[in-house]
């Protein structure tokens, strides 16, 4: 069974940074896709980064255009975790954000929407204040 922790939420203000984590478990690594969203209250949730891990593609991460240069994602294969690091946070940043896996495509490439990933974690807010 495939469970996902996120962790590293919290309150910073527009300007400052903050490092999400994702710890998996049941989860392989290989062929298989992690990515982060987030959800605010009254809209669909939207994806931010994806990254695909060994197979057929070998390693790629794909970036939302409107987080491109502000975040990165990075996987630490041995500690079975994710990370989302987060700079140059703005107030429009501030929303519920999650961790999801699922299967990669058959060309080794990751899907960038939700209804595509069957494993999520229970989220972690953060706020950004202006």
């Known amino acids: 069974q495939v469970q996902l922790v996120e962790s590293g939420g919290g309150s910073v203000q527009a300007g400052g940074s903050l490092r999400l984590s994702c710890a998996a478990s049941?989860?392989?690594?290989?062929?298989?896709?992690m990515a982060w969203f987030r959800q605010v209250p009254g809209k669909e949730r939207e994806g931010l980064a994806t990254f695909y891990h060994g197979g057929i593609g070998g390693e790629n991460t794909w970036y939302a255009d409107f987080v491109k240069a502000r975040f990165t994602a990075s996987h630490d294969t041995a500690a079975n975790t994710m990370y989302l690091q987060m700079n140059s946070l703005k107030p429009e940043d501030t929303a519920m954000y999650y961790c999801?896996?699922?299967?990669?495509?058959?060309?080794?490439?990751?899907?960038?929407?939700?209804?595509?990933?069957?494993?999520w974690g229970q989220g972690t807010q953060v706020t950004v204040s202006s």
């Open positions: 049941g989860l392989t690594f290989v062929n298989e896709c």
């Open positions: 999801a896996a699922g299967a990669a495509t058959w060309r080794g490439t990751c899907w960038t929407g939700p209804e595509y990933y069957a494993a």
